[in-house]
Nanobody, 121 residues
Framework: QVQLVESGGGLVQAGGSLRLSCAAS????????MGWYRQAPGSQRDWVAT???????NYANSVKGRFTISRDNAKNTVYLQMNSLKPEDTAVYYC???????????????WGQGTQVTVSS
């Protein structure tokens, strides 16, 4: 019913930049919060940043000042601009959307398939 498709991952040198995108499609009436999470090998999935429907953003301390989350509500798309990348940012990045199928209806959480970001030293 709903798909989240991520793009923009890749290999970059330390200090470089990447921009991730995640587009939601399908039976969507309203998207509340959209966010990015990441999971390094052997680690749990960690929260990176979120943005709500009003544009209010929150960031993990580890990325604050380097990453910027934004969204285009008309396109149901969330972005993550990553600057000053460090080797410790290497992980699979997942997008998440909290959405409803009808206005005023219950909300559901959806995940993208993940995109690999590798930062070389």
């Amino acid at each position: 019913q709903v798909q989240l498709v991520e793009s923009g991952g890749g290999l970059v040198q330390a200090g470089g930049s990447l921009r991730l995108s995640c587009a939601a499609s399908g039976r969507i009436a309203r998207i509340n919060t959209m966010g990015w999470y990441r999971q390094a090998p052997g680690s749990q999935r960690d929260w990176v940043a979120t943005i709500n429907s009003g544009g209010i953003t929150n960031y993990a301390n580890s990325v604050k000042g380097r990453f910027t989350i934004s969204r285009d509500n008309a396109k149901n798309t969330v972005y993550l601009q990553m600057n000053s990348l460090k080797p410790e940012d290497t992980a699979v990045y997942y997008c998440n959307a909290i959405l409803s199928y009808q206005l005023g209806g219950p909300e559901y959480s959806y995940w993208g398939q993940g995109t690999q970001v590798t930062v070389s030293s």
